[in-house]
Nanobody, 127 residues
Framework: QVQLVESGGGLVQAGGSLRLSCAAS??????????MAWFRQAPGKGREFVAV????????MYADSVKGRFTIARDNANNTVSLQMNNLKPEDTAVYYC??????????????????WGQGTQVTVSS
């Protein structure tokens, strides 16, 4: 079992930056064996893929809507994954979720491929 806890959300003006963090824990956690991803869900919309980092050599993939503005990174020594968000836009407003998948064979963008989820952290970008 893996527990994920997000932090770092808040209110920011358009053009600003935020850094989200996700801390993983578990009795038999082998954090480096999990691909870690960020998803988001805006009011009235479905959960949307944002970014993923692999469990191997740190391959990353981003949604087109955030490419060049967001950066995902992981710290296996501290069991954390982060999402640096720059040049934020009002359309980035959503609840952001951290997710984990055990040793996937590829970088997945579907929420159905992730077994473990955090509770989410709210990001609000004002215009």
């Amino acid at each position: 079992q893996v527990q994920l806890v997000e932090s770092g959300g808040g209110l920011v003006q358009a053009g600003g930056s935020l850094r989200l963090s996700c801390a993983a824990s578990g009795r038999t956690l082998s954090f480096s064996s999990y691909a870690m991803a960020w998803f988001r869900q805006a009011p009235g919309k479905g959960r949307e893929f944002v970014a993923v980092i692999s469990w191997t050599v740190g391959y990353t993939m981003y949604a087109d809507s955030v490419k060049g503005r967001f950066t995902i990174a992981r710290d296996n020594a501290n069991n954390t994954v982060s999402l640096q968000m720059n040049n934020l836009k009002p359309e980035d407003t959503a609840v952001y979720y951290c997710a984990a998948a055990w040793r996937p064979s590829a970088l997945h963008v579907s929420s159905a491929d992730y077994r473990y989820w955090g509770q989410g952290t709210q990001v609000t970008v004002s215009s």
